[in-house]
């Protein structure tokens, strides 16, 4: 069984930038899809980004162009790369494997996202 640990939020002004990592333990992490979703207060959770174990990536309409995911396989961790960053970008960000095309396994903590105008 794979486990994530996302890192990297804070509290940043309108236009800068952060980035998220997403830590995994296992040896079978390089197997699986990876995504970030976020959820912001009384909203749903959303997909934000995710990459394939190949590579190939897939980002939400409202964050294309700013935001760019990434893995580097011999640290087991992914990360999202947050440009440009809008006070709608504020939530709580979640890594997940993706396994089917849904989410698989247990959501973690999260990392808190806020951006003030």
């Known amino acids: 069984q794979v486990h994530f640990v996302e890192s990297g939020g804070g509290l940043v002004q309108a236009g800068e930038s952060l980035r998220l990592s997403c830590a995994a333990s296992?040896?079978?992490?390089?197997?699986?899809?990876i995504a970030w979703y976020r959820q912001a207060p009384g909203k749903q959770r959303e997909l934000v980004a995710r990459?394939?174990?190949?590579?190939?990536?897939l980002y939400a309409d409202s964050v294309k162009g700013r935001f760019t995911i990434s893995r580097d396989h011999a640290k087991n961790t992914v990360y999202l790369q947050m440009n440009s960053l809008k006070p709608e970008d504020t939530a709580v960000y979640y890594c997940?494997?993706?396994?089917?095309?849904?989410?698989?396994?247990?959501w973690g903590q999260g990392t808190q996202v806020t951006v003030s105008s």
């Open positions: 997940i494997p993706i396994v089917a095309a849904m989410p698989f396994g247990s």
């Open positions: 990459m394939s174990s190949s590579g190939s990536t």
């Open positions: 296992g040896s079978t992490f390089s197997i699986y899809t």
